[in-house]
């Protein structure tokens, strides 16, 4: 409605317009601006130019002042219009109550009409808050093992523990969208890999982690493992690969978030998928992590310590470095999650989500609604009234 304001104006140079549509328009606009008026919460409003009114209302005492000095203190009143016209008027012909009411009324609409311009010329105005909720994105990084242990039959079923983690991890993924994450995919096995850069389009990411080898592994590891190395799909057979370097793919995440994270704090963290056996503790890159603020949450993977030290000997390095991973994980800040089943790692996938619950926060900010044009075209209403009162009673205004 507001931009209609300016369509007279643009009438004036269009022929086509009729004066009566110009008409028209200006009604609705009134209507319009009159109707706001009447809801308007008349303690809220305040005024830009506040000294205006005292001093319009010294303006107008000071006139109405100067009309009683002049009345009463300046000589012999004329007695009315017609005192020098030779006519005699008798008390039939001096008008009656309703026109002398119109005279008065006149009057009373004329301050009242001007008392709405002065406002609308103190520019009022009211001030509206306003709450914006705003969704806090989160920054995370999924780290999957990819090393020669994660395609081992997973305890219990004919699928390997890759296999059965990736459905997993598509499956987390697909929950979070529409959370403003901005997440990244690193696989990691003897080195790291970043196979997904921080991005907020879910689809692509999906698209990444469907797309990536499974098992990064020696090209003989089915024949040295035998019937416990089972993937067959998803499978990258490669020279000198197949070792699990924790270490290795915490750092790659260390350095991505340092070369592409946000500068500014914020929810971060890193989710970590694994069998737990590492060559190496991670520990200095999981203190590192608290130091940059980054939650690490651990899944750890269908822990078979039997099978591990079957394969590894009792007193592997192997063996211990799990247990401690899953207590430097809450030393720093983090948590973890055993995963022996499909169930355990849906009821994991559902606490991980919780865990990553969307965060909003509420900013108010105050916006100004200026409402001089209702004022004035209050004003320019009831002096135009006025007007047509003064018309109207022109003839009996000197008589008395």
Known sequence: MVERICLPMAFIGEDKVSFLQEIRVLWEISLFELNNLWVTDWDVIQFKRGDFIYLAAATLGAAFLLKIWNRFWRGKRREGFYEDSGFILDRSN??????????????????????????????????????????????????????????????????????IVQDFHLDLVAKRRGKCDRAAFVLFETRARLMADFTRDTDSLLHSIDNSPLVIAHVSSPEEWGGRFIIKKGFLPENNSGSTNLHLGLAAVIKLFEEKGRKEKGDRSVVIITDGAAEQDPEPQLKELRKMGIIPHLVFIDPDMELEARYWGGNSNKLKLPGKLLKDVRKYDGDYFIAVDKNSLEKVSEKLDRLHAAKYSAKVYSKENFIYRRFLVLGIWLIALAGLARLLTWSYQKVT
């Open 94 to 163: 001096r008008p009656g109550l309703f026109a002398k009411f119109l005279g008065f009324s006149f009057k009373i609409i004329l301050i009242f009409g001007t008392v709405a311009v002065l406002a609308g010329l103190a520019d009022p105005f009211t001030t509206q808050s306003n709450q914006l909720e705003i969704q806090e994105c989160r920054e995370m990084v999924y780290l999957k093992d990819a090393s020669t242990s994660m395609g081992w039959r997973f305890k219990n079923y004919d699928l390997s523990r890759a296999e």
